[in-house]
């Protein structure tokens, strides 16, 4: 990972904005659809081969792993990891975001981007996901079962239905005839997470790697009906990528032994 | 009109680089006039006689009431004090209407709504803005928004009040009518004021006596037209930079106490009464024969000094024998060309000559 | 053309050329992207995204919030800004400054700093909230008081940036004239200087609201986000977003326009100009 900004790439930042405004000032019209076209991969850095995966946040621990391995195993190789929520990565690459890869934490978000035809290959899957509720170690409130949940005297932090937590969560509460009535929906699972850790909430549903990586900070209940949700991540190299041989060689490296490896370890289920 | 009291103020402020010590009284009714050098300290005399600034020792005695005693630890603040203020800014309320700036005094004190009003109207149709109550400062000239402020000041019936030069910020032409118009509002309704200024003839017209600040200290004070006439600091001299002439009233004109008529154009001033004609050094022309021909103004002098003063020099007259002692003083500014081609030296006797369209016939007090 | 390179003396007197340029790009950088979004809507589907539970409780939320948390501006800001223009504190001259400085950290702070700053004082393992669980059984994080209490976090340095200008502007001038006419401090303040900053107020109070309505990164950290009780238009359009982005678009478009109707009606009307 590159760490410093050169001022090459700076200049080359307020070039593009600078020359976006101009557009924007001079064509009043068509700016409507087209998003910033191209971000602009800054400056053909000649010298190593750079690889940008865009990767769902909960892969963040994981990817970082296996992207040490990559570049040892691949030497003369920078791959630059961006992590953010799924759909905003979609997002941004639909908007013409300079990736490479896209590795996505469901089916829907994934889809937002083969919907186009932006991928280069149909995406595999590589790693699933159930959730867990979240409780402060030593499970003060004594929390064991999903019907607990419904409490009152519990607070409860779900993430919000429009996200792939929040419909899985839902989809668990469905199964097992619970209904949860939360403190606050969050925007993604990182949010309900912290709520817990900081003690502000008694319990959260949130996905086992998420128990894992947070390693003392909480501690997980698992419960019966978490199979009824299962998250599939799906990954896949993009068209517009400009170094299609890496972009397919680090898709390998994550549904590969090694990268499998690593995601077992960190919670995620097989695909 | 106001309950007419007198002021005594003896009072000391020090400050980094500044100090003021003064002592001043003014009778009941009575107009001082204070002049000074920037920096003189005139505006911290106002402040201590307003209440916005706390003297380190003295005391202030307006009226039967002691407003300052610093050594009993006595104290009035600002509102209490009962003394009004017109500043060289009008500074009316922007949001209140002509007649609610004036009413504003009286209904602060408690006064009815309805009788503040109609004094409030009262006073504006005194002070000759009657017709103007209804507006806005924004909708007043300048000249007219100082008028409502005097009117404003005068509401409360203020036992002591402050003029810091109320005239300085108006439009020239503005600025004789409202002279006019202090005059008779203050003096003639014996009204106690302090006045500072810069202007000479302010304190002419206005005064009974002159202090002259300087550097914190009284310099000078007395009758304003002899500290005028005959200055004594070089502050004064440089301030009154004016001609003058005392006298009486006469058509128009000015006839002094030995019966010489000084021509002129008078200035609201009625005939009898007691006025100065007054005219700047660089109108009197200066000739070593008796001038002719068109109206003018010509007195003998005897030269006492020549002093040059920039691009210009001045001739400082003196009475010659038999001469009447009010052309003692007088002052001509002329170029060094002229002074040459002259050949005067002190001790000369010339003809100091003023047209009477330079001449200004003002009303004074006694 | 000609180019005029000095206006330094004159006022209103015609303008350099050049300044046209640099000033329509960046009107353009503000007014393109609205235009964008006008362009984006889906105006069929327009009234029942818009009439949809979820942003009319949102639209409810946000609007009730705001305005209370303007009013706790102008209630505690107000005071604020009158002592950072007016007070002598001759023993400790350095104070003022200091307060001001953190007074205004709000309006340099990302939001979201606000908003887990607030968590850490009043969440439920807080310095002062874990007191008030205790004692009061009182939990604020998660309810409509947290929201409240991030926006008036975020927006009372508007409010008290803008009325400590107008006063300063104002100077204390027109106090002393009033005191030397017989009023006292208290009927001054009412009467002379309250008039007096009314525009100034009335913008700090546009400006608050305005910011209020705008807040998303404290509310989120913060209160959390549960329809009807923290999930405030901004919140919505950030989540709605996730699923549909139509309805993300209808509901700026929302905001955009209560924006402009908090900006057109409540811009003030100076007073200063004409009565």
Known sequence: MTQRVSTGRLAGSVAVAAAALMVMAGCGGGSGDSGAQGGAPSGADAAPQTLNVFAAASLKDTFTTIEKQFEQENPGTDVTLTFAGSSDLATQINNGAPADVFASADDNNMKKVTDPGLTAAAPARFATNTLQIAVAPNNPKGITSLAQLADPANKVVVCAPQVPCGSAAQKVEKAAGVDVKPVSEEQDVKSVLSKVTSGNADAGLVYVTDVTAAKDAVQGVSFPDADKAVNNYPIAALKSSKNQELANKWVQAVTGPTGQQTLKAAGFGAP | ?366 | MTARTTVRHETGVGLPWWMWIPATIGFALIALPVFGLLLRADWAAMPSLLLSDSALDALRLSLITAAVSTFLCLLFGGPLAVILARARLEQRPRLLGAIRSIVLLPLVLPPVVGGLALLFLLGRTGLVGRGLDLAFGITVPFSTAAVILAQTFVAMPFLVVSLEGALRTAGERYEAVAATLGASPALAFRRVTVPLVLPGLASGLVLAFARCMGEFGATISFAGSLEGTTRTLPLLVYLQRESDESGAVALSLLLVVVSLVVIVVGRPRGMDGRG
């Open chain 2, 1 to 366: 009109m106001s309950g007419s009291v007198g002021l005594s103020l003896q009072a000391s402020l020090h400050r980094a680089g500044f100090s003021l010590e003064v002592a001043l009284d003014v009778a009941p009714g009575e107009v001082l006039a204070v002049l000074g050098p920037n920096g003189a300290g005139k505006s911290t005399l106002l402040g201590i006689l307003s209440g916005l600034l706390r003297p380190d020792s003295g005391h202030l005695r307006v009226g039967d009431r002691t407003l300052v005693d610093v050594a009993a630890g006595e104290f009035v603040p600002v509102h209490r004090r009962g003394v009004g203020l017109l500043a060289q800014q009008a500074l009316l309320f922007p949001h209140l209407s002509a007649t609610a700036n004036v009413a504003f005094g009286p209904r602060a004190r408690g006064v009815p709504r309805a009788e503040a009003d109609e004094r409030a109207r009262e006073l504006l149709a005194q002070v000759g803005v009657g017709e103007l109550a209804d507006r806005r400062p924004s909708q007043l000239s300048g000249g007219q928004q100082q008028r409502v402020a005097l009117a404003r000041a005068l509401a409360p019936q203020p036992g002591l009040l402050l003029l810091d030069e109320p005239l300085a910020a108006l439009d020239v032409d503005a600025t004789p009518a409202m002279r006019t118009l202090l005059r008779r509002v203050i003096r003639d309704g014996k009204q106690t004021a302090l006045l500072v200024t810069h202007d000479a003839l302010d304190a002419l017209v206005l005064a009974d006596r002159v202090v002259v600040l300087s550097g914190g200290r009284i310099a000078e004070q007395g009758a304003t037209r002899d500290v005028l006439a005959r200055p004594r600091s070089s502050f004064s001299a440089r301030i009154a930079g004016l001609d003058l002439i005392p006298g009486v009233a006469s058509a128009g004109a000015l006839r002094t106490a030995d019966g010489v008529d000084i021509h002129g154009s008078s200035v609201e001033v009625a005939d009898g009464e007691p006025a100065v004609a007054v005219f700047p050094p660089s109108a009197v022309s200066v000739h070593t024969e008796r001038p002719s021909g068109s109206p003018r103004n010509v007195f003998r002098v005897r030269l006492a000094a020549l002093e040059p003063r920039g691009d210009t020099v001045r001739l400082r007259a003196a009475a010659p024998d038999g001469a009447p002692a009010w052309v003692d003083g007088l002052a001509a500014d002329v170029t060094p060309a002229a002074v040459a081609e002259m050949g005067v030296d002190p001790g000369d006797d010339v003809w100091f000559a003023v047209k009477a369209a330079e001449v200004a016939v003002h009303g004074t007090h006694t």
